[in-house]
């Protein structure tokens, strides 16, 4: 019989993923401190999505990050004082304005990319491609999981 005021199980488990969770978080704020240290970690998360978007409005990114408003616009406006982002006026409705990497911002996200993917490269190498792919599918659907919340 466990002791009661042990887990067991998927108790056990669940409690597990939050730890390891809370330190990837720690671990993920310190790493993108130190590849890019003016962009906190949320500047730089806003920074590639817009990239890999190809611009979009700030209300879609707080929606996509589940960020209040004045949160993203703080960051917009720190993103662009820097010189990373810009804004145009979308093509398709003249009243909305789009943010865009500036080249600037590409630069940093295509330097701070080639880091990342050698830091994850050395992290990862002695796993499997099947531990890989199941690595990344959990992740996938927790990530989904949360999105619905």
């Avoid at 810009?86 to 009243?95: A, C, I, T």
């Avoid at 990497?101 to 990862?124: D, H, K, N, W």
């Avoid at 992740?139 to 989904?144: I, M, S």
Wanted: charged fraction near 30%; glycine fraction near 4%; proline fraction near 4%.
């Amino acid at each position: 019989m466990a002791e009661p005021d042990r887990p067991s199980g998927r108790d056990a488990a669940v409690e597990s993923i939050q730890r390891e969770l809370t330190s990837f978080a720690r671990r993920a704020r310190a790493t993108a401190a130190r590849m890019h240290p003016e962009l906190s970690l949320v500047s730089f998360t806003l920074l590639s999505h817009l990239d890999e978007q190809g611009g979009c409005r700030a209300t879609d990114l707080a929606a996509q990050f589940a960020l209040d408003k004045s949160t993203v616009s703080r960051q917009v406006g720190a993103l662009e004082r820097a010189g990373l982002v810009m804004r145009r006026v979308d093509p398709d409705d003249h009243r909305v304005q789009v943010l865009l990497p500036t080249p600037a911002g590409a630069e940093i996200l295509a330097q701070v990319t080639v880091s990342r993917r050698r830091m994850f490269g050395e992290r990862l190498a002695d796993w499997s491609a099947q531990d890989l792919t199941r690595f990344a599918a959990y992740l996938e659907r927790y990530n989904e999981a949360s999105r619905e919340d």
